[in-house]
């Protein structure tokens, strides 16, 4: 009987020992249900005002879980400012200029402290924040999976190397998401988040003028659509033009749909990047072609890819920690 007693309390101790650590080290959840009950209607109120002021702040926000995630898994690493001895992800090739909505994130935190000092990861707000951009842009709901602890560190370099360039053809895209785990078509699904959001000039130029250096534009483009552009983006490029925006989804913007697919299937896809996933035959062409006609199976496993996504890499337990600003560990690096 002593020895069964033992047991038990050994059993005790390492579910205490568990629940100090954030649940074995595992995502869940309920993670904040007792430490900070109302964080993600913090957030949710967070998302809604920026939504408010600037109707592409969602995607802009989408975009940073993104981001984050395929550069040293979700740990925030994204938001950590330059200092005078450090660089970090923001002015990467592919953030610099590109990413945005920082300035929600450090609002929403503000608020977090207030209630819960200490205790609400950045790394969980943005994770909590690419949920609430999509179901506020008509998207389905997920239960988002928490306890992620944030970075004391950036990648650069990594930030260069993994995130995928709009002028990638499907090889690469493919490449670029398996290395962080996840599957082609994982791929497809996700990139359906550019059913929301806008573009620069120069992320998809190339394609109107300089195709794969052929001095010609892209044979895929729809005509319409070509014109449209190139009067939106000059070849030859007036100070600020470059910096012009188009839709990613020029039927429906700011609404969280299917449409994306179908554009890419009448040749209005923006991107490289996009529009490759359906002149490329095979497996690519295929999902596209069934989120084209089922909006309902696009909604579905887009919430179980952001799931999986979440899931890159997180730091638990007692990696990391959870900066009280968001720009900066709190060492101040």
Not at 136 to 149: E, T
Not at 189 to 206: K, N, P
């Amino acid at each position: 009987m002593k020895s069964i007693s033992a047991i038990c309390l050994l059993c005790c101790m390492l579910l205490s020992s568990c629940n100090l650590i954030h649940g074995c080290n595992k995502l869940k959840h309920n993670f904040y249900e007792e430490t900070c009950p109302n964080a993600e209607s913090i957030v949710l109120a967070g998302v809604k005002k920026a939504q408010h002021q600037e109707a592409r702040l969602p995607a802009s926000l989408l975009r940073l879980h993104f981001h984050d995630c395929f550069v040293q898994g979700c740990d925030a690493s994204i938001l950590l400012d330059d200092t005078t001895n450090f660089k970090g992800e923001k002015t990467s090739v592919p953030n610099n200029g590109s990413v945005r909505g920082f300035e929600v994130i450090d609002q929403i935190k503000s608020e977090l402290e207030k209630t819960c000092s200490g205790v609400v990861s950045c790394a969980d707000i943005l994770a909590i924040i690419a949920r609430d951009a999509v179901v506020l842009s008509g998207g389905k709901a997920w239960k988002v999976l928490l306890g992620r602890r944030d970075s004391l560190t950036a990648n650069r370099t990594a930030s260069n190397q993994f995130i995928p360039p709009p002028t990638s053809n499907v090889t690469t895209l493919i490449a670029k998401f398996k290395a962080v785990g996840l599957s082609a078509k994982d791929m497809v699904t996700l990139s359906g988040a550019h059913t929301i959001g806008q573009a620069r000039c120069t992320s998809f130029s190339q394609r109107l003028y300089n195709q794969s250096g052929t001095a010609k534009p892209d044979p895929t483009i729809n005509k319409g659509f070509l014109q449209s552009l190139q009067q939106l983006c000059p070849q030859a490029a007036s100070a600020g033009s470059s910096n012009f925006l188009a839709p990613l989804d020029l039927r429906t913007p700011t609404h969280f749909d299917n449409r994306y697919y179908l554009n890419l299937q009448a040749g209005k896809g923006l991107l490289n990047s996009d529009e490759v996933l359906y002149t490329t035959p095979g497996f690519t062409r295929k999902y596209v072609t069934k989120y084209g006609c089922d909006q309902e199976e696009f909604l579905d496993s887009f919430r179980k890819s952001m799931i999986k996504m979440g899931n890159i890499k997180p730091l638990t337990g007692k990696k990391g920690e959870i900066r009280h600003n968001c720009r900066f560990t709190n060492s101040g690096l």
